[in-house]
């Protein structure tokens, strides 16, 4: 949407608050209703099985949150993460000495569909949504037909150990999180590359008259994106030992709200890393409240939409100068 | 307030009252209009009366309540308190609709045009289904667009061409023509003539005239005092959110008025320089210019010397300095510095030392939702950072300095661009193309919507730039500010440079005439 | 009044000229959904000669018809440079309710038709007014809208089933005046897009995604206009619900999922705009048949369904690249960077 700054009713300034320290609220809040519908999950056995199951989103999202930040939304996460699970379960078999080479070469993979994305969206000129999603209908295509649709199984013990295996009680998959999140904050809020794609999002020609060449940042976004995935999907396939088609589908959802509840704009140019924990987070609650409280998918459903909606609305920030 | 020239004839406020009392009607009425926006306050109990028939002023600076009495009599923005009597009856205006069902039409500044609908889609195009009969039919819709444009005597614009698609200067004129077309009984021309050539400032004085005449009330707002003067019978001043008096044009001098507008006596617009202008050519260049257009521009540029583009409106200036910062495809030969070669973006631009203050602040050159440091140091990255990792410090300093030495009014270095006035806005974007140690700055229309204190301040600036050696290119659409600010003038037509001429003794006429000299060729 | 110099008609030939010719591009690139519809028909015939009886038509209308309702409903949402995820949510709902209300008789069926369609218009009425008062990003909320309808379905019904009345699958299947019941349905709908196409409704829609500023200063009811637009998108998605049913035979509370992306992927192919201000419901239906056929087309040439999802993504890119080609080449001509 084009839209003239008019300094009239269009633009309100300022939102209530820091919409970061927002959705962390939100996110303890729930937590804390949790804990008291089920006392057990705050406890010492649980609290790492959920975080773990936070971690996927949470590295998913981190990769989405450099994309969108510069004004690009990236869906064909769902297909890189089902990729990476299958590729590295068939790379590996049963060979775990494989794992050292079988990772990078999976990550390399993933940066390669990152820069057709990023490619398709720059030199191409064509809409993220329709690069992203034509991107990800390709992948699983290819994947199908290299693979022939062959189970795989990823049972060796390196990648296990990467996803469950605990040191001093953390487990593989949080360390792993935890880590990227650290480098993703470093280069978001403190580095030159970091202030090129706030800008580029919340004004592309604007980042182009100041001298910032759009092409490699945006190209760079798609490609950190996509290697995120293939991580969340190296550890997927760890967790859950058997990769299947579909095992990347729903972090579609989960990275763009997860980015979304932390307070992002959805346009780019605004938003912390440290907001895709608390989205993560959220979100994970919301999928263990459920079989809690013995609600059925439906109420899910309800239940995401509502919290969504509702931190969204509060931590939105509300200066719309587009 | 010590008043400069007794012979004056000033009609206060209370005086037009009394006037009123003795049957002459004010057919606008403002009374008591109360405007926030959180802690700014924009009016402050603003009164204000209008007639039919003639066309009166609107005068202050940016800041001073112009914009937002515009908005509030336009029915974009509620007034917070107050009330309005159009004809004799109170009205109340929630949302531009309502106003235009009143009869009141504006040209906004910002243009109300829709991109991608054509031209005579635009002349018709309203949010109620008046419109719907001619929408349906575009053969009828094109014939009536042809006529209306030609009633009006405005040329060179295709109706079938994609508003999107024009220029400026015919944008601000489709946008004119749309609001007389709807035959208002207000008319408000808010600084509609910013992006007009002189010729055409004289066709829109005409035209707000005829308007007047049968019946309407005209309200004309302009920076440039000699538009208003040739426009206009009588002017009301505002000043930091109110009225402060309504004057008869014929007998008070431009001094008194700017006095009036300020609250205090201003030293000259322009600053008294000399040519800092030396031997070494910093820029050269011969048959260049966008790809897309026709013509090709030959220039030569000293160090220290202030050159200016003048012309017609929509000869190519444009085009030129975006093709000069390497923001579009180029053709022709150019060298910087003595190093030849194009460049093919800005950020090749801002190496070679050249930097661009473009058109619209808001969309090309600010972040409006990040603050002065930011928008700042986003030209500057490398030298406020080491090994790619910001340096605070080096950001806070460089922006501190930028507020003192331009004087930016900002609460502080953090806040928001968005939330500055027009003049402060183009102040930072100066600022930032300047902290990239550029040695050849171009400037498009840096003065375009900015009050003419800041005015001063930028042209004193140019001239500080031209003492230290640095190279200015300054496009301005208002002849005046060429003639007094320049060294020399490139005038241009379609897209190539036809003379160049000296400023010294140079004449607004002179200038002229050479701009459309070159129109005939 | 000025009289026109004679130094400026040529100005205004030229101006005209070029803006004629400008547009022959910008032809070329409305019609592509449309070459790429005859395109593939063509291949399709040529391996399978009776693919272009009224009959096999009639067939491919009725497998695409679901689609071409959702893109036709994401096209004027997507005019106001908006989008709707929701659609995914309002079709599973649309077929749930269909496969769990209608009851054996006609009335029962029409009512509960208008009715669903009328839920669906709800629906998107509800993205319109979130929409503007909670003034957020039209992905966002209809992301979450999306998730609320799914929800909804799944409650009503949490695994595929239901029955659809055997009086309303016979209807579908019958052929009044030689033309299946499908394409009755198809043409019917394209006429009423004719009639509509140069209202004053979708040139307010039209205003508000090319920009919204202006389009609130030429008088436009900003809120209500997207409020109708997004009631528009809901309305058809259900409508093709609907349809759906009776094609599948009963009621799935997540089938509407894979429509989402696929309608925006149709209106793509249709050339509108992703940013609003231009579209065509026609084109985009020809684009939701580009896709539809594809399917068709991977068939009829030997290859296997496992290579049907790289086929559909080959079109799909193919479609892509013509249309980004298109703009690239315009915006070259123009000399635009930025």
């Known amino acids: 949407m084009r839209t003239t700054a008019l300094n009239n009713a269009w633009v309100k300034t300022r939102p209530y608050a820091n919409p970061t320290v927002l959705s962390f609220v939100a996110a303890a809040i729930l937590f804390a209703i949790t804990t008291i519908a089920a006392p057990g999950f705050a ?45 590295l379960s068939l790379l590996v078999g049963s060979n775990d000495s494989a794992v050292w080479w079988a990772v990078p070469a999976v990550l390399a993979m993933a940066a390669g569909v990152g820069v057709a994305n990023g490619v398709g969206v720059t030199i191409l000129g064509g809409s993220p949504i329709v690069i992203t999603l034509a991107m990800n209908v390709l992948v699983v295509g290819a994947l199908i037909a290299v693979t022939g649709g062959a189970k795989a199984n990823s049972s060796t013990h390196t990648i296990e150990q990467l996803a469950d295996g605990r040191i001093a009680g953390i487990p593989g998959s949080v360390i792993v999180w935890a880590f990227l999140y650290a480098i993703a904050a470093v280069v978001m809020g403190l580095t030159t590359f970091g202030r090129r794609l706030y800008a580029l999002g919340s004004r592309r020609t604007v980042a182009i008259f100041s001298g910032v060449n759009p092409t490699p940042n945006t190209i760079a976004t ?37 980015v ?59 200066a719309v100068t587009r | 307030m010590h008043v400069e020239n007794p012979t004056a004839q000033q009609l206060a406020v209370g005086d037009f009252a009394s006037r009123t009392l003795e049957g002459q009607r004010s057919d606008l009425v403002v009374e008591a209009a109360v405007k ?127 508003a999107g698609d024009l220029s400026l200067q015919q944008r601000q004129r489709l946008e004119i023509a749309k609001a007389v077309t709807a035959e208002p009984r207000v008319l408000i021309l808010d600084e509609a003539t910013s992006a007009l050539a002189a010729t055409e400032v004289a066709w829109l004085t005409q035209l707000a005239r005829d308007v007047a005449a049968q019946g309407a009330v005209v309200l004309f707002i302009s920076h440039r005092l000699p538009e208003v003067r040739a426009a206009c019978t009588c002017a009301t001043i505002l000043r930091n959110g109110s009225a402060v008096g309504t004057y008869d044009l014929g007998g008070i001098g431009d001094d008194l008025i700017i006095q009036q507008m300020l609250g205090r006596k201003m030293e000259r617009l322009f600053p008294d320089r000399e040519s800092q202008a030396r031997e070494r050519v910093v820029l050269e260049t011969r048959g260049f210019g966008p790809v897309s257009t026709s013509g090709g521009a030959d220039l030569v540029l000293h160090e220290g010397e202030i050159l200016g583009i003048g012309g017609l409106q929509g000869q190519g200036q444009a085009g030129l300095l975006l093709a000069l910062y390497g923001a579009v495809r180029a053709k ?58 910001m340096r605070r410090d080096a950001e806070a300093d460089v922006a501190r300095r930028a507020i003192a030495s331009l004087q930016i009014r900002a609460s502080s270095p953090r806040q928001l661009a968005g939330q500055l006035s027009g003049g402060n806005q183009q102040k930072v974007l100066l600022a930032k193309m300047m902290a990239t140690e550029a040695r050849v700055l171009l400037l498009h229309d840096p003065t375009r919507g900015v009050d003419i204190g800041t005015k001063a301040e930028i042209f004193q600036t140019m001239d500080e730039l031209s003492k230290r050696g640095i190279s200015i290119v300054f496009f301005s659409s208002d002849a005046e500010e060429l003639i007094h600010v ?28 050479a701009a459309v000299r070159g129109e005939g060729k | 009044m000025s009289e026109p110099s004679s130094a400026t008609a040529p100005i205004v030939l030229g101006v005209r000229l070029r803006s004629v010719l400008g547009r022959i591009p910008s032809l070329g690139l409305k019609l592509t959904p449309y070459l790429l519809l005859v395109l593939l028909e063509l291949v399709y015939v040529s391996k399978q000669p009776d693919a272009f009886t009224r009959l096999a038509i009639g067939f491919t209308v009725a497998g695409g018809l679901c689609l071409a309702f959702a893109a036709a409903g994401q096209t004027i949402v997507i005019m106001t440079g908006g989008i709707d995820l929701s659609v995914g949510g309002v079709i599973s709902l649309a077929t749930v309710l269909a496969a769990t209300r209608y009851h054996n008789s006609s009335a029962s069926i029409l009512a509960w038709t208008v009715l669903i369609v009328l839920i669906g218009a709800g629906a998107g009425a509800l993205n319109g007014i979130l929409l503007v008062w909670l003034n957020l990003q039209p992905f966002i909320v209809t992301l979450a809208t999306w998730s609320f309808w799914s929800g909804v379905a799944f409650w009503i019904l949490p695994v595929e089933g239901g029955l659809i009345p055997q009086r309303l699958l016979d209807w579908v299947n019958t052929n009044p005046a030689g033309f299946a019941v499908p394409i009755w349905i198809l043409v019917v709908g394209l006429l009423l897009w004719m009639l509509v196409r ?19 200063l030429s008088g436009v009811n900003v809120p209500l206009t997207l409020i109708t637009a997004y009631a528009i998108s809901g309305a058809c998605a259900a409508a093709g619900g609907v349809f759906l049913a009776t094609q599948i035979s009963s009621g799935s509370p997540n089938i509407g999922d894979d429509f989402i992306l696929q309608a925006v992927a149709a209106v793509v192919i249709g050339g509108a705009s992703l940013f609003g201000g231009n579209g065509s419901v026609a084109a985009s239906v020809a684009g939701a048949f580009v896709l539809t056929l594809a399917g068709s087309v991977v068939f009829a040439l030997g290859f296997s369904s496992q290579l049907e999802g790289v086929i559909r993504a080959l079109i799909l890119a193919a479609a892509i690249i013509a249309v980004s080609a298109g703009t690239l080449i315009k915006r070259r001509r123009q000399g635009r960077i930025a």
């Not at chain 2, 320049?486 to 005439?513: F, I, K, N, Q, Y």
Request: aromatic share 6%; charged share 15%.
């Open chain 1, 43 to 87: 406890s010492q056995q649980h609290l790492p099985i959920f975080l773990t199951e936070a971690s996927f989103i949470g590295i998913v999202a981190i990769g989405q949150f450099f994309v969108i930040v510069a004004g690009g939304i990236d869906l064909s996460v769902p297909s890189t993460i089902t990729a990476s699970a299958i590729v």
């Open chain 1, 222 to 258: 798609y490609m950190i994106s996509a290697m995120l995935a293939a991580m969340g999907g190296i550890i997927l396939a760890g967790h859950t030992g058997q990769p299947y088609l579909g095992l990347g589908d729903p972090y579609l959802f989960s990275s763009v709200a997860a």
């Open chain 1, 260 to 318: 979304a509840i932390g307070g992002a704009s959805i346009l780019g140019g605004s938003g912390n890393v440290a907001g895709t924990v608390a989205g993560a987070l959220t979100l994970t609650i919301l999928q263990a409240l459920f079989p809690i409280l013995n609600l059925s998918p439906a109420a899910l459903n309800i239940a995401y939409a509502v919290a969504i909606l509702a931190t969204v609305a509060f931590a939105a920030n509300r």
């Open chain 2, 36 to 162: 926030r926006y959180g802690a700014t306050v924009a009016l402050d109990g603003a009164d204000f009366r209008a007639t039919s028939g003639e066309v009166h002023g609107l005068l202050g600076e940016n800041g001073a309540g112009k914009s937002t009495l515009i908005k509030i009599l336009s029915g974009a923005v509620s007034p917070d308190s107050g009330r309005i009597e159009l004809f004799g009856r109170e009205v109340r205006f929630r949302r531009p609709i309502d106003a235009q069902r009143a009869g009141v039409r504006t040209v906004f500044q910002e243009l109300s045009l829709v991109p991608d609908l054509t031209v005579a889609e635009n002349l018709v195009f309203s949010g109620t289904d008046a419109s719907t009969g001619l929408l349906r039919r575009p053969r009828r819709l094109r014939r009536h667009a042809v006529k209306v444009l030609d009633s009006l005597g405005v040329e060179g614009i295709d109706p079938d061409a994609l």
């Open chain 2, 332 to 389: 022709g030969d150019i060298e910087v510095e003595g190093r030849p070669g194009r460049l093919h973006s800005p950020a090749q631009a801002l190496a070679a030392g050249v930097a661009l203050v473009p058109e619209d602040r808001g969309t090309q050159g600010l972040l409006l939702n990040k603050s002065l440091k930011e928008n700042i140091a986003l030209g500057i990255l490398q030298q406020v950072s080491r090994y790619g990792v």
């Open chain 2, 486 to 513: 320049c060294d020399r003038v490139a005038v241009m037509s379609h897209g190539s440079v036809v003379e160049t001429l000296e400023t010294a003794g140079l004449t607004e006429e002179r200038l002229l005439r």
């Open chain 3, 198 to 216: 140069r209202s004053a409704l979708m040139f307010r829609i039209r205003a508000i995604g090319s920009n919204r500023d202006s389009a609130y």
